[in-house]
T-cell receptor
Framework: DGGITQSPKYLFRKEGQNVTLSCEQN?????MYWYRQDPGQGLRLIYY???????QKGDIAEGYSVSREKKESFPLTVTSAQKNPTAFYLC????????????FGEGSRLTVL | KNEVEQSPQNLTAQEGEFITINCSYS?????LHWLQQHPGGGIVSLFM???GKKKHGRLIATINIQEKHSSLHITASHPRDSAVYIC?????????????FGKGTKLTVNP
């Protein structure tokens, strides 16, 4: 079955460490997105990519980095520069235009100790 | 002012009740998404609509483009419908589009 796989589901990090969250899709979608979800807030866009080897900053990109070397993969690195990284992270994909169906992964919950 | 507003924020119902969740937005849009987030955190797309009404099982979504308003209805609600329901709209940004999300409506259906 086609879908999006995120890993790990839960991740604990010490302050000062970089961590990378994995996002893989087998839907042949060109566009992929990373969102952050905090309690009581709507999802906020971190980075998005509409094509391989190209990506753009979203609304809250500071302290994060991404790569898009393959169509299927869009990993997110939470760097030590992110001051408040504890959150729930969701990866999504769609056909390039956002007027098509969205597919989300199950999310990764990052906790900084 | 948020570009996407949902109401109510929280909703508790008894099994079998008819549920309505509302979404209002402030910009012209090409389509609107209704999403369901389960307690575990995963999100599932329920509907994408640009006009009129769509129905899937006990779920019905309507949109009024002129009034910039959409509703999600659940008929004969069941405890398994308990989830957070989120509406999202794509808005133009820098030659592309980005999704703006509502804060969600937490629905609890009691048996």
């Amino acid at each position: 079955d086609g879908g999006i796989t995120q890993s790990p589901k839960y991740l604990f990090r010490k302050e000062g460490q970089n961590v990378t969250l994995s996002c893989e899709q087998n839907l042949n979608h060109d566009a992929m997105y990373w969102y952050r979800q905090d309690p009581g807030q709507g999802l906020r866009l971190i980075y998005y990519s509409q094509i391989v080897n190209d990506f753009q900053k979203g609304d809250i990109a500071e302290g994060y980095s991404v790569s898009r070397e393959k169509k299927e993969s869009f990993p997110l690195t939470v760097t030590s520069a992110q001051k408040n990284p504890t959150a729930f992270y969701l990866c999504a994909s769609s056909i390039v235009k956002l007027t098509g169906e969205l597919f989300f992964g199950e999310g990764s919950r990052l906790t900084v100790l | 002012k948020n570009e996407v507003e949902q109401s109510p924020q929280n909703l508790t119902a008894q099994e079998g009740e008819f549920i309505t969740i509302n979404c209002s937005y402030s910009v012209g849009i090409s389509a609107l998404h209704w999403l369901q987030q389960h307690p575990g955190g995963g999100i599932v797309s329920l509907f994408m609509l640009s006009s009129g009404k769509k129905k899937h099982g006990r779920l019905i979504a309507t949109i009024n483009i002129q009034e910039k308003h959409s509703s999600l209805h659940i008929t004969a609600s069941h405890p398994r419908d308990s989830a957070v329901y989120i509406c999202a709209v794509p808005i133009p940004q820098g030659g592309s589009e980005k999704l703006v999300f509502g804060k969600g409506t937490k629905l609890t259906v009691n048996p």
